[in-house]
């Protein structure tokens, strides 16, 4: 049984691949607010690192106390936590200051995540 999910996750993985460069396109939509680097603020706070990171812990950056309280509460960045974040960020973090409304396909969440997995920290 382990071999046959190993070999459906490996296929699944494989049909649902991130293409980098799509989501450097989709991230357009964020540059507005974010910035690609590891010490620029914008109106939110940069993505350099953005992985493994705890939500609402840039320096420098003022949070709102939802997203605060979300990443003392153990919220981390990570494809699972993004992913559902970026489809509803509202939904997600009720209180935060990110107006976004949400990516609506898949495969641009997808895309963008493998984008800002580029970001250096």
């Known amino acids: 049984m382990f071999v046959a999910v190993s070999v459906l996750t490996a296929f699944v993985t494989a049909a649902n691949a991130q293409d980098v460069e799509a989501g450097k396109t989709v991230f357009k939509k964020c540059a507005v607010c974010h910035a690609a680097d590891s010490t620029t603020n914008k109106v ?6 953005l992985i493994g990171r705890t939500a609402g812990t840039v320096t ?6 939802a ?3 979300a990443g ?3 919220l981390v960045w990570n494809e699972e ?8 960020p509202k ?7 990110m107006a976004f409304a949400g990516l609506k396909k898949p495969e641009d969440i997808q895309n963008i995540i493998a984008y800002l997995k580029t970001i250096p920290n």
């Open 44 to 49: 939110g706070p940069h993505l350099g690192g």
């Open 81 to 88: 936590t993004l992913a559902k974040y970026l489809v509803e």
């Open 91 to 97: 939904a997600i973090v009720p209180g935060t200051k």
């Open 60 to 65: 420098g950056f003022n949070y709102s106390k």
């Open 67 to 69: 997203m605060t309280t």
């Open 72 to 74: 003392a509460g153990g």
